[in-house]
Each structure stands twice: as structure tokens, then as C-alpha cells.
């Protein structure tokens, strides 16, 4: 009876160590996988990877359900689960090229369905190493181009997802590549900008170019020169052709208004000016051609997703769920609307209307971006 | 503010900070820098370990005069209770004075696994959150990301080796923090006892799980305890052990050593090889005997060698030389 008793107690005192062993493990992890896709829209439908690890096709009138194909699921994690990925997770925006989708999930496996018969091909990047696709694909000349965390940047054909090359980089790429000219730009975890020859996968440059941080942000190409934002809280402005710096914001080591936090979410461009959203809370607008602050808007949160301009209005949204428009004459901004769950996901946008995938509250919603008015929400259970 | 904000402010992001910042000077490694910011946090702590090493090995000491109390008053409970407390009072022992030091370094422990599993990130969007304890120096947002590998180690995955480290450090960490067990142990001993097996293995489950830098994490701290400890209280409850080994050592040493020397005196007729019937040889004979355990010397042996075993029942050994004389 006694020696039950004891037995029981080391029973009970195991098991709950145990417990809090594992919910700490797992919590204290932190954060679960769930991917952070957005929204592309098309001519009649709006597509989206989901944080359930599918592609999901909606009506973009009414927000419908049209169709959803399953991702495959990658590799599972550690014996508790607690470690890696173990189900599809989806942290790449699609890409809508013609009729087809692209889009790349967290087990490095690169898809193309066919939009209208939804007909599919896909392939995995790399079968010796593992890696996942974070970025976006992109499609140019006839190929498609999409980074690994294996280090390197892939080129397959498009239509038939044939391998054409691959260009190693020393760091994991999660930016999306972009294109200009015969060049596609490849921005990596090893703090460099690389150019990269889109046909024969041969660096254009003699040296990449360098900055102090990982990049994050896809590189934005405007006229002949290529933007990366940095984890180091710089922009650069880098020639396309030579990739000799052209300038770089903050130009010195002690601007006051130099960005706090990371440089983490995709610039975009309008008017002339590149709009820089900041992990600080700020956005900063700079002149495009040299590098001169125009100015500095307040909008008091972390902004972690890719902004859209919907007509001239400059729609961004914080990590915390709130969606602002800005009126990018004035730097005014207003409160579209609180979602009020976790936002990471770039923002999509079709004319006036801008896609937001919340993956923590599991839906889209499509917002007016000039009045905020809610056209429709979709739960993607 | 809640209690999580003020905890972060506090304690968590001056410690992923100091690591990040850590790394910098260490080559960006993030395997050296757990290491060495163990080695600092323990640092740190080193006099309240002391004070808590310093207690258990008090309250060990006093562990033969507990089993006593429990066997005279086992059955009255207050009696019992009234008679421990008698006891810690006149040996001048707090049964909290392990408790309390311990109590105190637990937050600091639980900041570093903490800051070292957000460091890590491990995923996409643990990078990303680890934005959120970042201070603005510009020497942090240089040191990112810190490098994952670290010897054959990728500090992101599980790593199989290192979880039977993590175990068995923990295992001989837990062992030296008991007293040897004697004969009539306490139930709270004996739980102890199971207990040192246990968490070694849940640990080494966990670590198969968890990613590796975590597990390094665990075998540094280990390591360093159970340093630590033996410098306060020595082998503890691993004396028996130990001594197990060395015999068996020894043992070894001197079945070679003599096989050396037959050799010799066969095959090549040395003259001046020592007589292995007399003297210091008469114990390699006897070694190997005991080793063999098929003759009355051996048997003997045995014998000597259970006795000298604190906590073997000498009934049992008794039982046993019975049952061999039956089957002889």
C-alpha cells in the first residue's frame, strides 16, 4: 500500500514535470508555424496560401469559395512535434502568371496549378538539403525564379518546371527575387545583394553588394536602380548595372531620424517616392532619385506586411491588426479598420480594393482602401 | 503592465541583448556563446550555489539520523514531525536553506533557456518576434542572425548525441547530489533514487526533440554543477560507483599486466621475470580468479566485495553463498 502510494507520487511528480517540460518546450519555442501567405488577386478569383497548408481560390466579388487544392506536407518535426515543420505551411504570396498559379511552401516544393483546370505540376528545390520557400516566385523570361533557405536561387522553366540553374548564395533568401532587364536580383540572408544572369545563372557583378544586415525585404526595382531595405535599418539604393551604391538612407551613423527597429516588410514606390514601412512604427518616404528624407509618418505600431498603394492612397497594416490609409500628399492617415488579430501578411490589392489574410483569425477580408468599408470576410476553416 | 511585459523589461531582454552581443566578440557562434553565457550566469550565481550546496550536503549529512527518527516514529506522524524539527533545530540545519538560494536563481535559469530558444528562432516567425526584444545597439542588429552551427552540431535541429549527453550529465549531476544509499534508506530517499534515473531520461526524450542549442544548454549547466558540486560535497552518491569502476580498472590493468608477464616467461624464457606464484602476483591470480567467479577463491572474493558495498543487504550475499554451496 505504502510503496503504491510512493510509486504514484514519482508517477505524478514525472508527469507534471513532464507537462511543464513540454508545454514550455513548445510555447517557449515560440511561435508555432503557420506561414504568413497573402493575396494575389485575378481577373475573377483571389488566391492565397492558407495557414491549413493550401492553395485557396476565392471569388474576389463575394469571397466565396471556388476551390482549394492541398499542399503536400513536409517532413515532420521532432518525437514531441515541438521542433521543425511538420505540416504544409505556406509563407509565399502566390504569383498569377497567365493561367497559371505559382507559389512555394515551407518544404521547399515549388507548385503551378492551372487556374481553370486546376491541373498541377511541382517540384522540390532541393531533394539533398532541406530548405522551405519563403518568398515569392517570380516569373520572367519564360522561367521562374524562387529563393530556398538552402542558400540558393533557383531557375525552372515555367511551363513545364523543368531545372535550369541554381546560384548559391551564403545565406538562406527569403525575399521574393526581382527582375530588370536581363538581370534577376537575388537579396540573402548572408547580408549581400546579388545580380544574377537570368539565362545562364552566372553573378553579373564582380562582388555582390554588401550591407550590415540580413535582407528580408525583396528588392524593388525602380528605373535603373535596385532598393533593398536591411535588417541593418538602412535603405540602399544600388546601381542595377554596376552594383556600385548609388545612396543610402540614413546617410550617416547618427541621424536622429534613422529607423529603430528592422527594416522588415517590402518598400513600395508611388509619385517618385519609396515608401519605407519600419518595425519602429514609421514610415519612411524618400525622394527616389537621391535619397532625401521627405518625410516621416507616425504610425505609432510595427509594421511587419508589405504595403499597397489602392488608388493614391497608401494602405499599410501594424502587426497588431489595424489597417491605415494614407494620403501620401499630406502624410494624413486614417483608420480603415481593427481586425484586431496578428498581421504579418503582405497586403494584396485590386484597384481600389485591398486583400488582407489574417492567418492567426484564419480569414480574408476585402476593405474599401479609400472608406474601409468591409465588402466581405471569408473564414478559411 | 502585466507581469509577462515587466518580466520581458527586466529580465528577458536585457538577456537576449547581452547574448546577442555576446556573439559579436565570439565570432558569431552561437554554440560558444551559450556556453560562455553559462558560464557567466553561473558565475554570477556562485555564492547563492554555494549557500545551496552547502545546505544539501548539511541536510545529507543528517540523513542516517532522519532514517532513525523515521524508524522509531514512523508510525506517529506528529511525533515524527516534532522530533525532525528537534533535529534541524540542534544541528543548526533549515530544511529551506537549499530551497531558498535555489528559488533565487530559478528566474534567471528560466530567462536563459527562454532567451536562448528566442535567439534561436527556429522559424520564420520566431525571427520575426525576436524583433520585438531587440534593443536599437547597433552591434545587435550587426550580429544577426548568429550562426547556427557550431562542431557537428546544427543548433536548430535535434541532435541525438547530445540528448545522451544532456542525460547522462544530468544522470552522474543528480547522483553526486545524494548522499550513498545505506541500508534501510528513508521512502524519501529511495524516491530520490528513482528519481536520478527518470529525469535522465525524460531529459534525454526531450532533448531528441528539442533543438540542439537547448541540449547544449542543459549539458553545460550540468557540467558545471556537477563541478561545482564536487568540490562541496565530492563524489556524493556517485562514491560506490566510481569506486565500482576503478576496481574494475585495476582489475583490468593487472589481468594485462600478467598476461604480459606469462608471456613473456613462455615464449621467450625470461629469467628475470618476477615469479608469478609469489608475492605482488599472488593478487593478479587472485583478480582473475574473482573475475572468472568459478572457484572458492572467487567466490570469496565475491563475498568480500558484496560486504564492502554500503547498502547491500549482507543476508542477501548470505542467501546467495548458500545457493552456490547447494549447487557445488
Known amino acids: 500500500m505504502h510503496n503504491n502510494k510512493r510509486t504514484l507520487k514519482v508517477i505524478l511528480l514525472t508527469s507534471l514535470l513532464a507537462l511543464g517540460l ?28 492558407s495557414g491549413a497548408g493550401k492553395l485557396v481560390a476565392l471569388n474576389s466579388d463575394n469571397g466565396f469559395y471556388q476551390w482549394q487544392e492541398d499542399l503536400e506536407a513536409s517532413a515532420a518535426g521532432g518525437g514531441l512535434g515541438c521542433a521543425g515543420a511538420s505540416a504544409a505551411v505556406v509563407y509565399s504570396t502566390p504569383v ?83 527582375v530588370w532587364g536581363n538581370s534577376i536580383f537575388a537579396a540573402s540572408f548572408d547580408k549581400k545583394l546579388y545580380s544574377i544572369d537570368a539565362e545562364s545563372g552566372q553573378s553579373n557583378w564582380d562582388e555582390p553588394f554588401e550591407t550590415n544586415g540580413p535582407i528580408i525585404a525583396s528588392p524593388l526595382v525602380y528605373g535603373d536602380v535596385v532598393i533593398i531595405a536591411s535588417l541593418d535599418r538602412h535603405v540602399y539604393a544600388v546601381d542595377a548595372e554596376t552594383g556600385e551604391l548609388v545612396w543610402s538612407y540614413p546617410a550617416g551613423d547618427n541621424d536622429e531620424n534613422a529607423p529603430k527597429r528592422w527594416l522588415w516588410a517590402t518598400p513600395v514606390t508611388g509619385d517618385g517616392k519609396i ?44 502587426e497588431s491588426g489595424k489597417i491605415y490609409s494614407v494620403d501620401t500628399d499630406n502624410y494624413q492617415k486614417i483608420e480603415l479598420r481593427n481586425i484586431d488579430t496578428e498581421l504579418s501578411s503582405p497586403l494584396g490589392v485590386d484597384g481600389q480594393i485591398v486583400f488582407v489574410h489574417s492567418v492567426k483569425g484564419n480569414t480574408v477580408y476585402a476593405i474599401n482602401g479609400e472608406t474601409g468599408a468591409l465588402l466581405w470576410s471569408t473564414s478559411l476553416n | 503592465m502585466d507581469i509577462g511585459a515587466i518580466w520581458d523589461i527586466i529580465i528577458l531582454k536585457p538577456m537576449i541583448n547581452s547574448m546577442i552581443s555576446l556573439s559579436q566578440v565570439l565570432w558569431g557562434s552561437f554554440g560558444l556563446t551559450i556556453i560562455i553565457l553559462t558560464l557567466i550566469v553561473r558565475g554570477v550565481m556562485y555564492p547563492l550555489t554555494i549557500k545551496q550546496l552547502r545546505a544539501s550536503k548539511a541536510m545529507q549529512s543528517l540523513q542516517p539520523k532522519l532514517a532513525a527518527l523515521q524508524k522509531k516514529h514512523g508510525a506517529d506522524k506528529e511525533k515524527l514531525a516534532q522530533e525532525q524539527m528537534r533535529l534541524y533545530k ?64 546544427n543548433l536548430a535541429t535535434p541532435d541525438y ?59 553545460t549547466s550540468n557540467i558545471l554543477s556537477f563541478v561545482m558540486q564536487y568540490f562541496i560535497t565530492g563524489w556524493g552518491g556517485l562514491e560506490p560507483m566510481k569506486n565500482r569502476l576503478i576496481e574494475r580498472i585495476s582489475g583490468l590493468l593487472s589481468r594485462k599486466k600478467f598476461n604480459d608477464v606469462t608471456t613473456r616467461v613462455i615464449h621467450s624464457g625470461d629469467k628475470t621475470a618476477p615469479d608469478v606464484t609469489s608475492g605482488e602476483d599472488d593478487v593478479l591470480i587472485g583478480d582473475l580468479k574473482n573475475d572468472n567467479g568459478k572457484d572458492e577463491d572467487g567466490l570469496a572474493a565475491d563475498q568480500a566485495t558484496i560486504a564492502k558495498k554500503p547498502g547491500k543487504d549482507k543476508s542477501k550475499s548470505q542467501a546467495k553463498k548458500g545457493k552456490r554451496s547447494k549447487r557445488k
Not at chain 1, 508545454?23 to 478569383?45: F, L, P
Not at chain 1, 512604427?281 to 525622394?287: A, F, L, N, R
Open chain 1, 22 to 49: 513540454i508545454v514550455s518546450g513548445c510555447v517557449g519555442m515560440g511561435t508555432a508555424q503557420s506561414g504568413w501567405s497573402g493575396v494575389v488577386a485575378g481577373s475573377q478569383s483571389v488566391y492565397l496560401g
Open chain 2, 90 to 153: 540542534e544541528s543548526g540545519v533549515s530544511p529551506s536553506g537549499c530551497l531558498l538560494p535555489m528559488l533565487i536563481q530559478m528566474p534567471i535559469w528560466i530567462a536563459l533557456y527562454q532567451a536562448i530558444i528566442r535567439v534561436m528562432a527556429v522559424n520564420p516567425e520566431s525571427f520575426l518576434n525576436l524583433s520585438h526584444y531587440l534593443y536599437s545597439w547597433p552591434i545587435v542588429y550587426e550580429a544577426l542572425p548568429l550562426n547556427n552551427h557550431f562542431l557537428w552540431l
Open chain 2, 161 to 219: 548525441l547530445l540528448a545522451i549527453l544532456v542525460g547522462l550529465s544530468m544522470f552522474i549531476q543528480q547522483k553526486m547530489t545524494q548522499a550513498p544509499v545505506t541500508a534501510g534508506a528513508s521512502p524519501a530517499q529511495s524516491q530520490a533514487q528513482s528519481m536520478t534515473v527518470m529525469m535522465p531520461l525524460m531529459f534525454t526524450f526531450l532533448s531528441m526533440s528539442f533543438p540542439s542549442g537547448l541540449a547544449l544548454y542543459w549539458v
Open chain 1, 275 to 318: 515608401y519605407i514601412p519600419g518595425m519602429d512604427g514609421k514610415v519612411y518616404v524618400i525622394e527616389a532619385s537621391a535619397g532625401g528624407l521627405e518625410g516621416i509618418i507616425e504610425i505609432g505600431e510595427s509594421v511587419a506586411s508589405t504595403p499597397v498603394f489602392a488608388g493614391n492612397r497608401l494602405v499599410l497594416a501594424t
Open chain 1, 96 to 178: 498569377l502568371y497567365g493561367e497559371t498559379v505559382y507559389i512555394g511552401d515551407g518544404g521547399g516544393r515549388l507548385y503551378a496549378f492551372n487556374v481553370n483546370d486546376r491541373q498541377s505540376k511541382n517540384v522540390v528545390l532541393n531533394t539533398g538539403k532541406s530548405g522551405a520557400i519563403i518568398g515569392s516566385p517570380l516569373i520572367a523570361h519564360e522561367s521562374v525564379y524562387v529563393g530556398s533557405t538552402d542558400g540558393n536561387l533557383y531557375a525552372y522553366d515555367a511551363a513545364s518546371l523543368t531545372y535550369r540553374w541554381q546560384y548559391n548564395t551564403g545565406g538562406e533568401i527569403w525575399a521574393a527575387p526581382a
